[in-house]
């Protein structure tokens, strides 16, 4: 019998090639090396019982600030500027630091797990120290460095931030789980020099472009009365979508500005759960469906969601879209399904190993538990997913074939005491803040 690493038994496995059927996964070294109905044919070191539970690829969270998990519930119920220039930066000013992001990201990192996400696409700063919390969790991230034209973080200047992000990638080159992307805020905070030089600069290193895109209604009047162009032309005139792109938000995109996406394979991070909290707007995405724009699942940060789910996302995003578009046929289930995988796995460019269950892929993967009075009956998995289940109901995490969460336990870290950090830190930002 071969030997593998680990092996996961009895499962409901979902693939997106097939209908949903009972069976196993050999994991070896990382990878799916098998599926299906094999019995007896491994010598596995480990055996995951999978009975009475979905498997199925892991969450792909396409747009989130990991670091900012001490900032849930904070200020909340507030206009998107007084928000953040009363609230937010202030804080954020005071505690930006490389200890600051470890352990806020340690936090987030943990979250995420419990949520069924695998693979997560920062934007932030320190990024060596969001990796450093990843890799302790057991998570993969794409770490997008924030790129400003105004000093932030310990950056004097843009020009530092991308010396930053060449030598984060050579340190992270060979890394099985961190890589490292180039993550411009907006065309409100970068200017048209440093746009260009973000671009130049990932597609010297081949890397992706993370911005936020046409977010609110004054993004767009602002941009048309600076540039007399709208965002995404705006930046299409700077020849940025020359390189590969994911976009956060891009609610307000018109008929022009989504031709040029499209052109571009430019992808999008769906946020509905921070939009409609910012009442910073939505509308129907009928449109970027036809014209076949890759849509992936973005949670944004916690200051503004205020969780990391990815089940509540796209049971949201599903049932607001079917009301907007006033047709509820639109974003069924399986597809949402794969949106918040496959689809999150082509954002950013790893579509050819995270996102599905198939063999050579690398084992990222999630059981979630159907033997309960909420999951029962159970007529279609994808529909139950969507619609019904919540994230207490994920209750094991493979991330490159590890375990790092195991009956709702996460394996690498002590719970108890990130629990105790979170409050540690909440007490200092309500001293600093009275
Ligand atoms: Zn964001």
Redesign the pocket.
Known sequence: MQKIELLIKNGLLLTYDKEPFIGYIAIDKGRIIEFGNFRNKYDAQEILDATNKIVMPGFVNT???VAMSYFKGMADDLPLMEWLSKHIWPVENNFLSADFVRDSSLHGCAEMIKNGITTFND?YFFGDQTAESAQEIGIRAVLGEGVLDYPVANYKNADEIFAYITKMNSKYKDNALIDFAIAPHAIYTCGKENLIKAKELAQKLDLLLHV?LS?TKQEVADCLKRHNLRPAEYLDSLGFFEQRVLA??AIWLDEREQNILAENNTSIAI?TS?NLKLASGFDSFASYLEKGINLSI?T??VA?NNNLSILEEISLTSKLQKALNDDPTILPARQMVEIATSGGAKALGKEKNIGSIEVGKNADLICVDINNIQSQPLYNPFAQLVYTLTSENITDSIVNGKIVMKDRELVNVDEAELIDKAKYYKQKIIDFRN
């Open positions: 747009h989130t600030h934007m936020h977010e956060a938000h946020n921070s973005g944004d940060g503004s």
